[in-house]
């Protein structure tokens, strides 16, 4: 499914590369140490004048013995002025949380942190060879960690 447009933009050049790339690995990290991983595959449509990722996969906690089933609903969206949107709609509504502010060289970067009651939320998006990588931090008075999420192509959910 083709899910750009005409424009030739940074953000909808992100997109069409993107929505090709299906598998994904996810890594929490506190410090060095990593606390949970999952893996999945992405599934892409377009939604209006955005993009939904819907992700599922399995999931594991380090401290736990067998994994868990997990899915995840972001949407993405073209703002005024270049600025890519990034929402969450796990829980039904898309939820805003930040807009991403390419620049060369240093990929996509939150504008500001999102505020999820004393929480702050950070994103970043990087493309590198033949993947692209999601970077959530999350800093809070009871949370400090970052979140990995690695997309490329292939099929299924091998990590």
Known sequence: MECSGADG???DELMRRWETLRVFTLKGWTGEACWMSGKGEALWKREGGGWRMEEKGTCRMQEAAEESGFWNSWVF???EGGALSV???R???PQSL???IYREGQGWR?????????DEYACQIRETAGEVVMFWDVRGPEKNYRL????RSGSGGAA
């Open 77 to 79: 969206s073209l703002e």
């Open 91 to 93: 829980r039904g509504e």
């Open 98 to 100: 930040v807009n991403l």
């Open 9 to 11: 933009s940074p953000a």
């Open 148 to 151: 990995v999420r690695r997309y």
């Open 110 to 118: 939150s504008e500001e942190a999102h505020l999820c009651g004393r």
């Open 87 to 89: 929402a969450h709609a």
